[in-house]
């Protein structure tokens, strides 16, 4: 791996806080670290811990007070709103844990959508078979299961082909089964397709099937470690 893929993202003293004077609190409090690309990254924290704010700063949905985030060398902060919209479509898919999928379009359909935000997009229906999801192409979101609904929300992510691909709690609505066979699939497109994949979760066992884990607490890198025995995660229990 070069030292570019190395250093892919790199977070460096960034803080971010809310609020004003006595109500003041600080969310993120001067976090160092670096993702390289291609890997699985897995965040780990108590609900306040920072997490999901630093999940959206990388994301380009929020910024942060003071220092920076750079992806393959190019610094957000940098970026103005139109760079950073053209950013955000190009390069990163989103996956949330409620699905946000549009009601009165089929499960192609919803993926297409995230095909259109993309100049090098990935084979629509490839995709769909890869999804398990291709006997159900044509029924609309109400007809599906949540896993099933999750599935194509991963499905309308990855279709952009994205650098990166960030997941806010993407389990979180999913019973446990189910839960287990997203994360399957997490895992299976992160080896097919390389995306750097940066996942929010407050379940301590899905470390054991990421590349990379770092915990958060009290807006501050507790633990930054790589797994050297990685778990698949159909052999997770929790």
């Not at 600080?26 to 390289?36: H, R």
């Not at 999801?133 to 609904?149: A, D, F, I, T, V």
């Not at 895992?187 to 994949?197: A, F, H, P, S, V």
């Amino acid at each position: 791996m070069s030292e570019r893929e190395k250093y892919f993202l790199e977070i460096a003293d960034l803080r971010k806080g809310f609020g004003k004077g006595d109500t003041r609190q600080e969310v993120l409090c001067g976090l160092n670290l670096t993702i390289s690309k291609g890997e699985f990254c897995v965040i780990l924290g108590p609900s306040g811990s920072g997490k999901s704010t630093l999940l959206n700063i990388i994301g380009g949905i929020d910024s942060a007070d003071s220092g920076y985030i750079s992806i393959n060398g190019d610094k957000l902060e940098d970026m103005g709103e139109k760079a950073l919209t053209a950013y955000r479509r190009k390069h990163l898919g989103y996956v949330f844990q409620m699905y946000n999928l549009i009601p009165n379009l089929n499960v192609k359909e919803n993926i297409e959508v995230g095909a259109y935000l993309s100049e090098h997009p990935l084979d629509v229906d490839e995709l769909i078979h890869t999804l398990g999801l291709y006997e159900h192409r044509h029924k609309l979101p109400n007809q599906l299961s949540g896993g099933q609904q999750q599935r194509v929300s991963i499905g309308r992510a990855i279709v952009k082909n994205p650098d990166i691909l960030l997941c806010d709690e993407p389990t979180g609505a999913l019973d446990y089964n189910t839960s287990k066979e997203t994360l399957k699939l997490i895992e299976d497109i992160n080896q097919k397709y390389g995306n750097t994949l940066i996942m929010v979760t407050h379940n301590e066992e899905i470390r054991h099937m990421a590349d990379h884990v770092i915990k958060l607490r009290d807006g501050i890198v507790r633990k930054n470690e790589r797994n050297t025995e990685k778990i698949s995660a159909i052999d997770l229990e929790w």
